[in-house]
């Protein structure tokens, strides 16, 4: 992970983050990790980003294997204070898993693995909220006024990154589908016109017999072009690009 620079505001330690991955699951895995280190000051803590499906949650990063079991052991019970943040868009603060009425199954879950502290903030994902980002501390009153405050803070100024982040994500895969489409355009291309000189054809003609060929053998056009092609040239078919 990028080293955190000090004086560097959390945006732009953040779009380095995103210069540095080249996938939206990596981001999220260093966002995480990125959080829990900043905000590890006196004592390790551990950061989990539960994404809100439906009426259902899932960890799509962590920090650590344990912070992942902490966001999802909750899932299991169908409640907890990371669900409840993403649900709902409220801030959750657990001073003490043992004396914190809430949810029960789940503090009892969390006691077991040595942690007592818990601190959810809402985040905001594209143009929806329904992310939490989760904290979690083994001492209790790990979070007071000023952590709170802070990781707010942070929260807040991360939103705006996150939502550069998934519009990224959503340009990446949009020209990898373009490049997908246009290498399936040229071999079926030169398939056309290798058929059509073979049959001394026209190049709709051509087509037809391709189309014909594809549904009889039951294959993807594209997969039969390439075969068409291959048997000719010997080679596959590329398409150069022009970044």
């Known amino acids: 992970m990028t080293a955190i620079l000090s004086g560097t505001s959390v945006a732009a330690q953040l779009q380095q983050i995103i210069l540095d991955t080249e996938s939206m699951e990596v981001f999220l895995e260093a966002f995480a990790g990125h959080a829990a280190e900043v905000f590890s000051d006196t004592a390790e803590l551990l950061c989990g980003i539960t994404l809100k499906h439906g009426k259902r949650g899932a960890t799509?990063?962590?920090?650590?294997?344990?912070?992942?079991?902490?966001?999802?052991?909750?899932?299991?019970?169908?409640?907890?204070?990371?669900?409840?943040?993403?649900?709902t868009g409220d801030v959750t603060l657990v001073a003490d898993s043992r004396?914190?009425?809430?949810?029960?199954?789940?503090?009892?879950?969390?006691?077991?693995?040595?942690?007592?502290?818990?601190?959810?903030?809402?985040?905001?994902?594209?143009?929806?909220?329904?992310?939490?980002?989760?904290?979690?501390?083994?001492?209790p009153d790990a979070f007071d006024e000023d952590m709170v405050r802070r990781v707010l803070d942070y929260a807040?100024?991360?939103?705006a990154t996150l939502r550069v982040a998934v519009q990224i994500a959503g340009y990446r895969q949009?020209?990898?589908?373009?490049?997908?489409?246009?290498?399936?355009?040229?071999?079926?291309?030169?398939?056309?016109?290798?058929?059509?000189?073979?049959?001394?054809?026209?190049?709709?003609?051509?087509?037809s017999i391709l189309r014909r060929a594809s549904g009889n053998q039951n294959i993807k056009l594209r997969s039969l072009a390439e075969r068409v092609v291959e048997s000719v040239t010997a080679s596959k078919v590329r398409t150069h690009f022009s970044d």
């Open 156 to 159: 807040a100024e991360a939103s």
């Open 174 to 207: 949009t020209n990898e589908d373009l490049r997908s489409a246009m290498q399936s355009r040229t071999a079926i291309d030169i398939a056309v016109g290798i058929v059509a000189g073979q049959n001394h054809c026209t190049q709709e003609q051509a087509f």
């Open 99 to 139: 004396t914190d009425p809430r949810w029960p199954e789940y503090f009892d879950a969390i006691q077991d693995r040595g942690y007592y502290s818990v601190l959810a903030v809402p985040l905001i994902i594209g143009n929806d909220g329904g992310a939490a980002l989760d904290l979690y501390a083994k001492e």
């Open 60 to 87: 799509v990063a962590s920090s650590s294997a344990e912070a992942k079991e902490l966001d999802e052991v909750q899932y299991g019970y169908g409640a907890g204070p990371c669900l409840h943040t993403a649900m």
